[in-house]
């Protein structure tokens, strides 16, 4: 992988990996990136992957990219799904959830009565008018929307991919509402995942494929960063 040193500090002693765009592109590895990949781990770092990927679970993802030949452990792994999950437990929020079946396993056991919240991931079956109407009802009536991310695009085999962001964006016109975002580039996304590490920011690393989500949010608490010129750049 060609990677880009951004900003430089204190010792380090603990690494954040992105992993769509970074080490994998949906069902294709990186070139490089499982030997890569298997050098930090070997090395004296604390390693955790984050991601923003919210089409899936956070069971389905390692199993992808665990057949794609990472030995990469679920407990490893920290999503923007798992952080969503936790702040509509910490509010008691009954949401509408426009995301993919895939990624539902994340929410099992919330209630889908008497919404009063819109939940927004990468969902692009969910894009439709009639879904966005009734998210756009709700919002309305003032109660809150929350962003998984709000990336304006990812990396598909077949090339780039409108994100949610655009889809975030509009709703928020629309409503006058001001999204609640909860993955990259987020500091609380960080501060979480570094919290599992045991790891204060200019004592970790961040590796990344995304100039903004990756690279700026993990410089803004004081992170070093790295930027992995393999999919969005």
């Given at each position: ?44 770092l ?23 030949g ?40 919330i ?8 939940v ?92 903004t ?21």
């Open positions: 992988m060609t990677t880009r040193v951004v900003t430089s500090g204190c010792c380090l002693k603990a690494a954040l990996v992105d992993l769509s765009g970074t080490i994998h592109v949906e069902d294709y590895a990186i070139p490089g990136a499982i030997q890569a990949i298997q050098r930090l781990k070997d090395s004296s604390d390693v955790k992957f984050v991601t923003n990927t919210t089409k899936e679970s956070k069971n389905r993802l390692h199993e992808r990219i665990h057949r794609l990472f030995n990469i452990q679920k407990n490893e792994i920290f999503t923007s799904l798992t952080a969503a999950r936790n702040l509509v437990d910490e509010q008691k929020l009954r949401p509408m959830l426009l995301l993919e079946d895939e990624a539902l396993e994340d929410f099992e056991g209630s889908q009565e008497n919404l009063n919240s819109v927004v991931g990468l969902a692009p079956g969910c894009f439709n008018y009639e879904k966005l109407n009734v998210a756009f009802r709700l919002l309305m009536q003032g109660y809150p929307l929350i962003a998984v991310h709000k990336a304006r695009y990812y990396k598909r085999p077949d090339g780039l991919a409108l994100g949610p962001g655009g889809f975030v964006s509009g709703l928020e016109f629309a409503t006058g509402t001001t999204a609640t975002i909860v993955g990259k580039p987020q500091e609380a996304f960080f501060l979480s995942a570094l919290k599992t590490v045991n790891c204060k920011p200019c004592e970790a690393v961040m590796i990344g494929d995304d100039l989500d990756d690279v700026e949010g993990a410089n803004n608490i004081g992170m070093k960063s790295i930027l992995v010129k393999t999919a969005v750049h």
